[in-house]
């Protein structure tokens, strides 16, 4: 065995380095291992094509803790983020809905469909403000556990009493937000399918359910947690969202934590059902009384770890955690940018700044989803693309660009061929139906990269290719994630911990998974000690 520490974590994404930057800041020697050559994870910036470069998995920030930003002293390492523009929302039919943050102007926009849900709209936004304020202080806070081990825990969960008992007044909203569907959630308050299908899109973003499938309506309050609190919780990094977590590792290097790239784990070594360290795949085994696991459920309990040492009813939750991604990730090299037909040509517009929606109407997506979930790709299906270079034109060469584009309801398992085989056509697809709103994208395009969800398995290491860690439905959250009892960072092996996007809170680049995951160990360290 070589190299003793007392931490080490397994994969260098952003909960990762945060879970080492805490850990080593604490004075734990801790050790960072990531597979690939360089740190990131899902969070990276990678050369696609000669001189254009494009963030393969998460391609804007949002809602990365306000304390990581000042811990890690991020700004002063040189991170910028550019605030996004409007996004502007296309149908088939050949409407047009720009939203964005001045609400004055969405209320003029909304109107064009409807003077009700113009009126509507600025006291949907309030409300849904006003309950996301209520949940946002939970991603800080472990998710309160049967399995309590002590007063810490007992006093986590009186902070979730006291957090219930301060939004008490909105409870039952919070819990119809939780259980309804999007579309029926949104139903009770527009009557435009413009603007229920503008609001509800996100309700299909990673995973197979359809706006009318009840629990999606919570990914509205998801939506407005990640878009409250201005620039550095919602835009594009410059440079690439890979800059975050580059800085990232800086300062984890910076407080004494060890980072390996190029470091694959094979598997994490137990004795006595105890995690003491892990093998690499080189043949080198490293020791630490404590492994914490930034890869998702699936993989570290079915890949990493032996089955042996878990018991069979975790195995078996383990093995039905819905962690299947649905989307394909396109990105284009392109000469210029294109434009929307009939719309203004010539310079950045303002849609160029933000990102847009190709959008079907909700009971479209329905359908669409339910094609995914019987293995089919669907096609139409809902797109959202974005222009990175016009906020950083360092990612292309001078005077061309790069989209990044997300096709959804494009199921990982398969009914029939495989992805290897049909991914350039489905790619092939996609563009013919952006052409119907760019019509020069076409001739514009230099270079693709087109990731299916397996690529994406295969790339970033996410199983299912799911970039959330699993589903983000009432039951995988909370108290319920990755499986009930054991949610606290905690596993039944012990000294393995979880840190990745499959804990409480869940996804997006938030760091709270990591730090709330170190602050468990730190705790389990200190008690272990007395």
């Given at each position: 065995m070589e190299g003793r520490y007392e931490a080490i974590v397994v994969g260098g994404g952003h909960n990762g380095l945060v879970a080492g930057f805490r850990l080593a800041s604490a004075g734990m020697r801790t050790l960072v291992l990531e597979r690939r050559d360089f740190v990131g994870g899902a969070c990276v910036t990678e050369e696609f094509a000669p001189g254009f470069r494009a963030s393969t998995g998460a391609?804007?920030?949002?809602?990365?803790?306000?304390?990581?930003?000042?811990?890690?002293?991020?700004?002063?390492?040189?991170?910028?983020?550019?605030?996004?523009?409007?996004?502007?929302?296309?149908?088939?039919?050949?409407?047009?809905?720009?939203?964005?943050?001045?609400?004055?102007?969405?209320?003029?926009?909304?109107?064009?469909?409807?003077?009700?849900?113009?009126?509507?709209?600025?006291?949907?936004?309030?409300?849904?403000?006003e309950l996301a304020a209520a949940v946002m202080p939970a991603f800080d806070r472990?998710?309160?556990?049967?399995?309590?081990?002590?007063?810490?825990?007992?006093?986590?969960?009186?902070?979730?009493?006291?957090?219930?008992?301060?939004?008490?007044?909105?409870?039952?909203?919070?819990?119809?937000?939780?259980?309804?569907?999007?579309?029926?959630?949104?139903?009770?308050?527009?009557e435009s399918e413009h603007v229920k299908a503008a609001l509800g899109w996100h309700a299909i973003n990673d995973s197979v359910a359809g706006p009318s499938t009840p629990g999606t309506a919570f990914v509205l309050?998801?939506?407005?947690?990640?878009?409250?609190?201005?620039?550095?919780?919602?835009?594009?990094?410059?440079?690439?969202?890979?800059?975050?977590?580059?800085?990232?590792?800086?300062?984890?290097?910076?407080?004494?934590?060890?980072i390996r790239t190029g470091a694959d784990v094979d598997h994490i070594i137990t004795e006595g059902n105890r995690a003491v360290g892990v093998a690499l795949t080189s043949g080198q085994?490293?020791?630490?009384?404590?492994?914490?696991?930034?890869?998702?459920?699936?993989?570290?309990?079915?890949?990493?770890?032996?089955?042996?040492?878990?018991?069979?009813?975790?195995?078996?939750?383990?093995?039905?955690?819905?962690?299947?991604?649905?989307?394909?990730?396109?990105?284009?090299?392109?000469?210029?940018?294109?434009?929307?037909?009939?719309?203004?040509?010539?310079?950045?517009?303002?849609?160029?700044?933000?990102?847009?929606?190709?959008?079907?109407?909700n009971a479209d997506m329905d359908m669409q989803q339910a094609q995914a979930l019987v293995g089919i790709p669907a096609?139409?299906?809902?797109?959202?693309?974005?222009?990175?270079?016009?906020?950083d034109p360092s990612l292309a060469p001078e005077g061309k660009?790069?989209?990044?584009?997300?096709?959804?309801?494009?199921?990982?398992t398969l009914a029939e061929?495989?992805?290897?085989?049909?991914?350039?056509?489905?790619?092939?697809?996609?563009?013919?139906?952006?052409a119907e709103y760019f019509p020069q994208l076409p001739g514009l395009i230099e270079h693709r990269q087109v990731l299916s969800p397996l690529d994406l398995e295969r790339l970033i290491g996410l199983t299912g290719g799911h970039a959330l860690h699993g589903d983000m439905s009432p039951d995988q959250l909370l108290f319920?994630?990755?499986?009930?009892?054991?949610?606290?960072?905690?596993?039944?092996?012990?000294?393995?911990?979880?840190?990745?996007?499959?804990?409480?809170?869940?996804?997006?680049?938030?760091g709270a998974n990591g730090q709330n995951a170190a602050r468990t160990v730190l705790r389990d360290a200190k008690a272990a000690r007395r």
């Amino acid at each position: 065995m070589e190299g003793r520490y007392e931490a080490i974590v397994v994969g260098g994404g952003h909960n990762g380095l945060v879970a080492g930057f805490r850990l080593a800041s604490a004075g734990m020697r801790t050790l960072v291992l990531e597979r690939r050559d360089f740190v990131g994870g899902a969070c990276v910036t990678e050369e696609f094509a000669p001189g254009f470069r494009a963030s393969t998995g998460a391609y804007v920030l949002s809602m990365l803790r306000e304390d990581l930003w000042r811990d890690m002293r991020l700004v002063q390492r040189g991170v910028r983020v550019d605030q996004a523009g409007p996004t502007l929302n296309l149908y088939p039919d050949g409407a047009r809905y720009y939203l964005g943050d001045d609400m004055s102007e969405n209320v003029r926009e909304t109107k064009r469909f409807s003077t009700h849900d113009a009126l509507t709209l600025p006291v949907f936004e309030e409300d849904l403000n006003e309950l996301a304020a209520a949940v946002m202080p939970a991603f800080d806070r472990g998710a309160p556990n049967a399995r309590s081990r002590g007063l810490h825990e007992l006093r986590d969960a009186a902070s979730w009493g006291w957090l219930g008992w301060r939004h008490r007044k909105r409870s039952v909203d919070l819990a119809y937000l939780f259980t309804t569907s999007v579309d029926r959630y949104l139903s009770e308050r527009f009557e435009s399918e413009h603007v229920k299908a503008a609001l509800g899109w996100h309700a299909i973003n990673d995973s197979v359910a359809g706006p009318s499938t009840p629990g999606t309506a919570f990914v509205l309050l998801h939506d407005h947690a990640s878009g409250d609190g201005g620039l550095r919780q919602w835009g594009f990094v410059r440079g690439g969202i890979g800059v975050v977590t580059q800085r990232m590792a800086d300062a984890a290097h910076e407080a004494g934590c060890e980072i390996r790239t190029g470091a694959d784990v094979d598997h994490i070594i137990t004795e006595g059902n105890r995690a003491v360290g892990v093998a690499l795949t080189s043949g080198q085994e490293l020791r630490a009384p404590i492994v914490i696991s930034n890869a998702d459920p699936k993989r570290t309990f079915l890949k990493l770890c032996d089955p042996a040492d878990l018991p069979a009813g975790f195995l078996d939750k383990i093995r039905n955690y819905r962690c299947d991604g649905t989307s394909i990730k396109i990105n284009l090299a392109v000469s210029a940018l294109p434009y929307v037909r009939g719309l203004p040509e010539g310079g950045v517009q303002p849609y160029h700044t933000g990102i847009m929606e190709l959008n079907g109407f909700n009971a479209d997506m329905d359908m669409q989803q339910a094609q995914a979930l019987v293995g089919i790709p669907a096609d139409p299906a809902h797109i959202e693309m974005c222009f990175p270079t016009v906020h950083d034109p360092s990612l292309a060469p001078e005077g061309k660009h790069v989209i990044t584009i997300d096709v959804n309801s494009q199921p990982y398992t398969l009914a029939e061929g495989k992805w290897d085989d049909i991914k350039e056509d489905r790619a092939d697809r996609v563009i013919n139906s952006i052409a119907e709103y760019f019509p020069q994208l076409p001739g514009l395009i230099e270079h693709r990269q087109v990731l299916s969800p397996l690529d994406l398995e295969r790339l970033i290491g996410l199983t299912g290719g799911h970039a959330l860690h699993g589903d983000m439905s009432p039951d995988q959250l909370l108290f319920l994630r990755p499986a009930r009892g054991w949610a606290n960072y905690r596993t039944p092996l012990r000294g393995l911990y979880l840190c990745g996007a499959g804990t409480h809170p869940g996804g997006g680049v938030t760091g709270a998974n990591g730090q709330n995951a170190a602050r468990t160990v730190l705790r389990d360290a200190k008690a272990a000690r007395r």
